[in-house]
């Protein structure tokens, strides 16, 4: 199996590599690892075919849509998908199915992307441990929440994924499943469609096996413009913009707070880029950064409350502890203290 969006969509768009063929082989891996890994909950290997089969079809008549289509990718289940259910990890929405799409989940049909399935999210994009497994040693966690998708890309059971984030929710997973992916900035990607966690700290974003691809999601689930031009020619062996980058990098709490090997790792990862030609400028950390992390943990609990309270009083079973204990703090958070949080995240908004 080809190991990237950029060069599966080359083979494709030369007529050397059918949609069927790379949903099989993605169907093969999923068949081949998931027992071990639990990566989805839904696999729809009938209509992934089907889709790959319109897909083929439609490219043999000259109607390419651009770099994802016949791409088998898998969808975080938090974001709907018409027909699928839409759990966010519970046991009682197993049969809630969406009647729309997402806008996110539209923008990567139109451009013809195929469904696989939905990938496991911890318990409503939360802190509750996920059944999923690190590919890499089962006996640890993939990082939470897009668990499933950050583990099937890792397994190449797809080529690219939706995640979502609110506090490392992308990020954490691919990290600690070594795959690629973006914490957009903030409503640069819609997030209707998408279970909530805490609505003015969620963020959408892709997950892909390298960089490039990242890009090429980004580019069709963005309202904005993608860094390298999306309106002309939109080949996967597009110019790349020219010039070397200027990269950088944050430390303060980010170097305090980081385990000892991931200093190191970053100290290899900035000599190997400045080796490439790469610029990397120390950035200091804005003044009002200093109470991120508990201002971050109140709002994040105070919007997961507002969005659970009647639900958790009524179907309490349906909560796991992490989850139930973080609503539980949003309810009891004075007014007062919330609105405080609101305005530090107003100022370092200001100051980033």
């Keep these: 199996m080809l190991p990237s969006i950029h060069a599966a969509s080359e083979e494709i768009r030369k007529g050397r590599l059918s949609p069927v063929d ?12 998931e027992e071990r890994v639990r990566a989805w909950v839904l696999i729809d290997r009938e209509g992934a075919l089907a889709r790959a089969a319109e897909c083929a079809r439609e490219i043999e008549r000259g109607g390419w ?25 519970s046991y009682l929405w197993k049969n809630s199915i969406a009647r729309h799409d997402a806008t996110v989940v539209r923008r990567l049909r139109q451009a013809g992307a195929v469904f696989l399935g939905k990938t496991v999210t911890t318990q409503y994009a939360s802190f509750d441990p996920p059944p999923t497994r690190n590919p890499w040693n089962i006996a640890r966690t993939p990082g939470g929440s897009s668990s499933g998708s950050a583990a099937a890309l890792a397994c190449g059971m797809c080529l690219g994924a939706l995640g979502s984030q609110t506090g490392g929710s992308i990020t954490r997973p691919a990290s600690y499943c070594g795959v690629a992916s973006c914490k957009p900035t903030f409503g640069r990607v819609p997030i209707d469609g998408t279970v909530p966690l805490a609505p003015s700290l969620d963020h959408v974003g892709p997950l892909a096996r390298c960089v490039r691809d990242v890009e090429i999601l980004l580019g069709v689930i963005s309202d904005w413009p993608a860094s390298v031009g999306w309106g002309g020619d939109q080949s996967a062996d597009a110019p790349r913009s020219p010039g070397a980058p200027r990269l950088g990098r944050l430390r303060g709490l980010f170097d305090h707070r980081a385990d000892p090997s991931v200093v190191e790792m970053m100290r ?30 109140t709002i994040m609990a105070v919007e997961a409350a507002m969005y659970h309270q009647e639900r958790l009083r009524r179907h309490p079973e349906d909560y796991a502890p992490r989850i139930r204990a973080l609503i539980e703090e949003g309810l009891r958070c004075p007014a007062p203290e919330y609105a405080r949080c609101k305005e530090h995240q107003k100022l370092l908004r200001s100051e980033m």
């Excluded at 790379?22 to 690892?33: P, Q, W």
């Excluded at 990862?269 to 943990?297: M, N, Y």
């Design 268 to 297: 290899q990862v900035c000599t190997q880029l400045e080796k490439k030609g790469a610029a990397i400028v120390d950035v200091p950390e804005p003044a009002a950064f200093a109470e991120v992390l508990p201002r971050h943990h």
């Design 22 to 33: 790379l949903v099989k082989a993605c169907l093969e891996r999923i068949e081949r690892c």
């Design 65 to 89: 849509r651009g770099p994802l289509h016949g791409i088998p990718l898998g969808i975080k289940d938090v974001f709907d998908v018409f027909d699928w259910p839409t759990a966010a990890g």
